[in-house]
């Protein structure tokens, strides 16, 4: 079975720049999460959906950051205007319901110069 | 303080060791606690997930859970080279919220 699929492996752009991250989930699964992991933090959930709906964007930085669901097979984070401090890995992770285990993708690495 | 309290290592091994990996926290609540393996420049792959107290064993990993100490490990029997990663502890309240509390990691490293 295809995991959970990230594009791309990695980003490099300079400040200033947009910045698109898409995730596809694993098929059947209805909840979607999207996690940034640096060294000082660690994991850190940015947004989850439930059946494509925005359930939770608390831990969206600011209001640079937006994520979509336009459909079950797809959703994107978007940082713009990007900042070095916005650096990191990003993950998307998927899981069939809340009360199952998460996920990952192999995440973004995205390096903002 | 952090919720989760993790050494981030790097732990180093030989070949065959039992290693220990744990994780302390601070919120009584917790009562689902998991495990992840991450590899370099992969995403987190979940090993053991269990409840409350107690032991649970797959295969060479072992989860033990001590609520009265705050206090989870890992162990790993036999470790082989190929357990060279990190290990992420996450934790969460109930089994119905999304709202998993990661630990940092800690790196392992057994040495062939």
């Known amino acids: 079975d295809a995991g959970v699929i990230q594009s791309p492996r990695h980003e490099v752009t300079e400040m200033g720049q947009e910045v698109t991250l898409r995730c596809k989930p694993i098929s059947g699964h209805n909840s979607l999460f999207w996690y940034r992991q640096t060294m000082m933090r660690g994991l850190e959930l940015l947004i989850y959906f439930n059946n494509n709906v925005p359930i939770d964007d608390s831990g969206m930085p600011e209001d640079r950051f937006s994520a979509k669901m336009p459909n079950a097979s797809f959703s994107t984070l978007k940082i713009q205007p990007s900042e070095p401090r916005d650096s990191a890995v990003y993950f998307c992770?998927?899981?069939?319901?809340?009360?199952?285990?998460?996920?990952f993708g192999d995440g973004t690495r995205l390096s903002i110069l | 303080q952090k919720e989760v309290e993790q050494d981030p290592g790097p732990l180093s091994v030989p070949e065959g060791a039992i290693v220990s990996l744990n994780c302390t926290y601070s919120n009584s609540a917790f009562q689902y606690f998991m495990w992840y393996r991450q590899y370099s420049r992969k995403g987190p792959e979940l090993l053991m997930y269990?409840?409350?107290?107690g032991n649970k064993e797959d295969g060479r990993f072992t989860a033990q859970v001590d609520k009265s100490s705050k206090y989870i490990s890992l162990f790993i029997r036999d470790s082989q080279p190929s357990d060279s990663a990190t290990y992420l502890c996450?934790?969460?309240?109930?089994?119905?919220?999304?709202?998993?509390?990661f630990g940092t990691g800690t790196r392992l490293k057994v040495l062939a």
């Open positions: 996450a934790m969460k309240i109930t089994s119905g919220t999304y709202k998993y509390i």
């Open positions: 269990t409840y409350s107290s």
């Open positions: 992770a998927s899981s069939s319901s809340v009360t199952q285990p998460q996920h």
